[in-house]
């Protein structure tokens, strides 16, 4: 379990233990000032040897309660008087000064969430803004309620209704896949590859190449050159040794525990993805859809492509190059050179890069979902892999299926990982595969052929494919699928795992963390419950009579004797 440190506090602990080495090598003082009273009024004995938390305010001590503890008036290492604060006595308790901002609701405050900033949920004054729902004692302000038409807290839309898959969910935050533009009005559909960044996209780079820094799907990539990676906010990956990031949840959105800057957040536990391993692993892949030689042209459509449907077939390696090129793509290798599978360059270069307008192939962005099994490796097992029988050409009406399903198809799948040296990775398909590894061949299954296997140990060619443990590398599989016979498709990943964070709120878990008012595990509201987001709901002791509970008086607190009970029942002296 990762949760936020507490750096005043640690700060603290380090400067009283420099300061109490200093003393210790220099002795204290015995001046004629000692024992003298301090300016602010309390007692110090400034000659004896400083010690925080002994309820002494000593030399260049500030104050000193009793503890060791920031957040009471009194810092950690007592250098300070918190702001908000008087530590009048030392040994004894500070007490806050009265005023908007101190954390404590008094007078005719409504509200006091520790600032004077307006916008979340208390105002610069310390009246509730409204759809807001704010501690009754003071304390962090959290959205009221869902649907009301009024983005608060950790909310990041309003449709109007409290109602999930229509774009904006039940507690208010955005759908995948959709924007809410207006308040009160449906959501609305974004387009990944526009060029807009649009609702949880986090960027659109107007393309549907991999590996660029932005995905087909609209979500940031690793940025790394030989294992050099740069940290990138939103990617999923956390780098080793790497300080600028306490978390990556693959995402920038805020109020989910890992915030837009990859810093935590207040009020979730976040855990490491590699001490926990996820039920499976989903991979961006994208699919470019052919037509078949053996169709001639018709209309706008050319004749189907050369490379699909035409191919004498069988095992042929040496098809493409042994590195990747400088934009990430394969490399024909046969220029010049007879092959019984492919038909030069020209024609290989429309693989695995889009040729929409020309009407050469259709793009398709998928998720390659991966299992994981037993021994903790991840699996993708489909022996009959026809991804596009209802997408692509035949989606378009533009071609029909042949035996029940869409061949002539190329996919692209990519995925980063963390080098340990203990990884191996083993693919079974047909017909082309191609895997790269830090954008160096390490597996070559070209041609048209039934199911071929093939497995490496990236240990065992490390030096070849130029890895070092603790570095950041990407595997790419490309594959194709070129003749009717068949299709099947299982990639198998062991070990490769990246560092990631995953976070989950505490709310819910029947205990009240820092941040929280409460917290019954249930938190569906009503009077005197929890409700969402670990607020208070109606209750006596808001300073609302609330005619749910029969209240006669709400004085704001639950004591009795005061002429309004503990029950918010009007007493009489």
């Known amino acids: 379990m990762v949760t936020p440190p507490t750096r005043s506090r640690l700060a603290g602990l380090v400067l009283a233990s420099l300061f109490l080495s200093l003393v210790a090598c220099g002795g204290g003082s015995s001046g004629p000032d ?162 807009k960044v649009e609702g949880t996209e986090q960027c659109d780079d107007g393309n549907n190449d991999m590996g660029d820094g932005c995905s087909p799907l609209c979500v940031r990539e690793p940025k790394c050159t030989n294992g050099v990676c740069q940290a990138v906010c939103g990617d999923g990956v956390m780098l080793p040794g790497d300080t600028t990031e306490q978390c990556d949840d693959g995402n920038t959105r805020a109020n989910d525990g890992c915030s837009p800057t990859c810093q935590f957040e207040e009020g979730f536990s976040c855990k490491f993805i590699e001490d926990a391993l996820p039920a499976k692993v989903e991979i961006p892949i994208v699919y470019r859809d052919f037509r078949g030689y053996d169709l001639l042209a018709s209309g706008s459509l050319p004749r189907g492509h050369i490379d699909f449907e035409n191919a004498n077939g069988g095992l042929e390696t040496g098809i493409v190059a042994a590195d990747l090129g400088s934009d990430g793509k394969p490399v024909y290798a046969k220029e010049g050179v007879t092959s019984a599978n492919t038909h030069g360059k020209d024609a290989f270069d429309q693989w695995y890069r889009d040729r929409n307008t020309e009407n050469i192939n259709m793009t398709v962005v998928q998720t390659l979902t991966l299992q994981k099994q037993a021994d903790d490796s991840y699996v993708y097992d489909n022996q009959s892999f026809f991804p596009l029988d209802n997408a692509g050409w035949v989606a378009a009406g533009k071609e029909s ?17 963390e080098y340990k040296g203990t990884e191996v990775l083993t693919f079974r398909g047909d017909d082309d595969v191609w895997v790269f590894i830090n954008g160096h061949l390490a597996i070559d299954l070209g041609g048209v052929h039934g199911p071929q296997t093939d497995s490496i140990t990236l240990s065992a060619k490390a030096s070849a494919l130029g890895l070092q443990t603790k570095k950041i590398y990407e595997v790419v599989v490309l594959q194709a699928e070129r003749h009717t016979s068949g299709s099947s498709y299982r990639l198998t990943l062991n070990n490769f795992t990246t560092r990631r964070t995953e976070c989950k709120s505490t709310c819910g878990d029947n205990i009240v963390d820092e941040g929280e008012q409460c917290d019954d595990g249930i938190n569906d509201g009503g009077y005197g419950q929890c409700a969402r987001g670990c607020v208070w709901g109606p209750r006596c002791g808001d300073k609302i009579v609330q005619s749910e509970g029969a209240e006669q008086c709400d004085d704001g607190n639950n004591i009795n004797y005061d002429g309004c009970s503990a029950t918010c029942k009007i007493e009489i002296n």
Do not use: M
């Open 401 to 417: 299926l042949r035996s029940g399903h869409n061949f002539s198809f190329t996919s692209e799948a990519r995925y980063w990982f």
């Open 34 to 195: 000692a024992g003298t009273d301090n300016p602010d009024g309390s007692t110090s004995t400034d000659g004896g040897t400083a010690k925080c938390g002994d309820g002494l305010k000593q030399g260049s001590e500030a104050c000193d309660d009793g503890n060791n503890i920031s957040g009471d008036g009194c810092t950690a290492s007592c250098n300070e008087v918190e702001p908000g604060w008087v530590c009048s006595v030392p040994g004894t308790a500070c007490t806050q000064t009265p005023g908007c901002g101190n954390g404590k609701v008094e007078g005719t405050e409504e509200c006091d969430d520790r600032n004077t900033a307006a916008g979340d949920g208390c105002t610069a004054t310390c009246t509730k803004e409204p759809g807001w729902s704010c501690p009754p004692t003071g304390g962090r302000c959290r959205a009221a309620q869902c649907g009301d038409k009024i983005i608060a807290g950790d909310e990041e839309c309003e449709d109007g209704n409290s109602k999930a898959g229509d774009g904006c969910s039940d507690v208010c935050r955005l759908e995948s896949g959709y924007k809410c533009d207006t308040i009160g009005q449906p959501c609305t559909r974004t387009v990944c590859g526009d060029k």
